[in-house]
Nanobody, 122 residues
Framework: QLQASGGGLVQTGGSLRLSCTASSRMFSNNGMGWFRQAPGKERDFVAGISWNSGGAFYADSVKDRFTISRDNAKNTLYLQMSALMPEDTAVYYC?????????????????WGQGTQVTVSS
């Protein structure tokens, strides 16, 4: 299972760090990703990272504001979010990829967490 946490209410310009814990079976050798879904919208890619922390990449909308990282010893994925804006408001989901590399495509992810709500007030 994947368990996301760390969401909450923050003002514009603020920061939050999301965490996602996973069983070792679905984490250590898998690419991981963060996605988000705003009300009435599709679930969109936010950031991805490969099994060995190489090749992190981001959606253009969050580049230079968000940082994805992982600690394989703790089976934990992180998303450090800064300079938050109201348009970042969404439910954020972590996901484990089917292979060692991450992807922008939802279909490349096999396991999904339950989501954590991030709300940015203006």
């Amino acid at each position: 299972q994947l368990q996301a946490s760390g969401g909450g209410l923050v003002q514009t310009g603020g920061s939050l760090r999301l965490s996602c814990t996973a069983s070792s079976r679905m984490f250590s050798n898998n690419g991981m990703g963060w996605f988000r879904q705003a009300p009435g919208k599709e679930r969109d890619f936010v950031a991805g990272i490969s099994w060995n922390s190489g090749g992190a990449f981001y959606a253009d909308s969050v580049k230079d504001r968000f940082t994805i990282s992982r600690d394989n010893a703790k089976n934990t994925l992180y998303l450090q979010m800064s300079a938050l804006m109201p348009e970042d408001t969404a439910v954020y989901y972590c996901a484990a990829a089917r292979g060692a590399w991450s992807s922008r495509s939802r279909s490349d992810y096999r396991y999904w967490g339950q989501g954590t709500q991030v709300t940015v007030s203006s």
